[in-house]
């Protein structure tokens, strides 16, 4: 088996179908999709049904409604050579198993690929900052680099470097930047990674009105990733910054909304990074505490 397609899923039947859907156009067709079930009902029984007639879909039921937790049941459960972590709302075009594929035999070095995000209209995807070039990926541009579901593993280096943080992700208070936790200790671990523009996978852009606790949120996850993987001060610095230059430059303008989005990021990333389980988490890989 080639590829191990492991999707958390909770409450999106109708997003899954589409992706299984597309998933049968694919130009590459050595696969099997890991479906990990959180709904607690019977909701995705029929999409199963109909898909298990095309394509090796294995159903997996948990209880626990927690994202990454439910990709490390699935991963579990994977037999391919390169594991990737779909969301459940984003679709992958034609080609891309075929090019991913060819990719990791192109070089052999290469652990870890990940590329850029389009929205439903076909459109650069408007969800935060990406690089705009192809790259290596390091401890510096992988904050603008990876995103979890256009990430693609070799399934040992995975397990090698022990999957997701079971602690971050939708569902817990660290909600976000789990990619990077993992990218980070995957490049740590000495695999190479790399950044590949043409790479790309449609995701829906999130609704562009401000949400405070969510920015909060996402960005609390980021300070916890930013400490537990000892981020060099350069990328700290950018980190904070950035939403601080944002409080003062929305004071001036006078616009109250913009302002409190940028002060709510930055308090998220003060409490992530120094959360006790931040703290904890970097004296176990061994960063600086």
Same mark, same amino acid.
């Given at each position: 088996?080639?590829?191990?397609?492991?999707?958390?899923?909770?409450?999106?039947?109708?997003?899954?179908?589409?992706?299984?859907?597309?998933?049968?156009? %694919?130009?590459?067709?050595?696969?099997?999709?890991? @479906?990990?079930?959180?709904?607690?009902?019977?909701?995705?029984?029929?999409?199963?049904?109909?898909?298990? #007639?095309?394509?090796?879909?294995?159903?997996? !039921?948990?209880?626990?409604?927690?994202?990454?937790?439910?990709?490390?049941?699935?991963?579990?459960?994977?037999?391919?050579?390169?594991?990737?972590?779909?969301?459940?709302?984003?679709?992958?075009?034609?080609?891309?198993?075929?090019?991913?594929?060819?990719?990791?035999?192109?070089?052999?070095?290469?652990? $870890?690929?990940?590329?850029?995000?389009?929205?439903?209209?076909? !459109?650069?995807? %408007?969800?935060?900052?990406?690089?705009?070039?192809?790259?290596? @990926?390091?401890?510096?541009?992988?904050?603008?680099?990876?995103?979890?579901?256009?990430?693609?593993? =070799?399934?040992?280096?995975?397990?090698?470097?022990?999957?997701?943080?079971?602690?971050?992700?939708?569902?817990?208070?660290?909600?976000?930047?789990?990619? %990077?936790? $993992?990218?980070?200790?995957?490049?740590?671990?000495?695999?190479?990674?790399?950044?590949?523009?043409?790479?790309?996978?449609?995701?829906?852009?999130?609704?562009?009105?401000?949400?405070?606790?969510?920015?909060?949120?996402?960005?609390?996850?980021?300070?916890?990733?930013?400490? #537990?993987?000892?981020?060099?001060?350069?990328?700290?610095?950018?980190?904070?910054? =950035?939403?601080?230059?944002?409080?003062?430059?929305?004071?001036?303008?006078?616009?109250?909304?913009?302002?409190?989005?940028?002060?709510?990021?930055?308090?998220?990333?003060?409490?992530?990074?120094?959360?006790?389980?931040?703290?904890?988490?970097? #004296?176990?890989?061994? #960063?600086?505490?």
């Amino acid at each position: 088996m080639r590829f191990s397609l492991v999707i958390p899923t909770l409450d999106r039947p109708g997003d899954v179908r589409a992706f299984l859907d597309a998933l049968t156009r %694919q130009t590459f067709h050595d696969l099997e999709v890991i @479906l990990v079930d959180q709904s607690g009902g019977d909701i995705y029984d029929s999409v199963v049904a109909d898909f298990s #007639k095309v394509l090796p879909v294995r159903h997996i !039921r948990i209880d626990v409604r927690k994202c990454r937790y439910a990709c490390i049941v699935g991963a579990s459960h994977a037999t391919g050579d390169i594991i990737a972590f779909p969301d459940d709302d984003c679709l992958y075009l034609p080609d891309t198993l075929e090019q991913v594929d060819a990719s990791f035999r192109k070089n052999p070095s290469l652990g $870890l690929l990940t590329g850029v995000v389009l929205n439903q209209h076909g !459109r650069p995807s %408007q969800m935060g900052r990406w690089l705009t070039t192809s790259a290596r @990926l390091n401890e510096n541009n992988i904050w603008t680099g990876l995103v979890e579901f256009n990430m693609f593993i =070799r399934r040992a280096a995975y397990e090698a470097v022990g999957g997701f943080d079971a602690n971050m992700g939708p569902g817990c208070r660290f909600v976000a930047a789990e990619g %990077q936790d $993992l990218g980070l200790r995957l490049l740590a671990h000495g695999v190479g990674g790399y950044f590949d523009t043409r790479l790309q996978v449609v995701h829906p852009d999130k609704p562009t009105g401000v949400n405070l606790m969510r920015a909060r949120s996402y960005a609390r996850g980021m300070g916890y990733a930013l400490r #537990k993987n000892a981020a060099p001060w350069s990328v700290l610095l950018k980190f904070v910054v =950035r939403p601080v230059g944002g409080i003062f430059f929305n004071i001036l303008k006078g616009d109250r909304n913009a302002m409190l989005y940028h002060a709510y990021v930055l308090l998220g990333r003060i409490e992530g990074y120094y959360s006790s389980a931040a703290r904890l988490a970097a #004296k176990m890989l061994g #960063k600086r505490a």
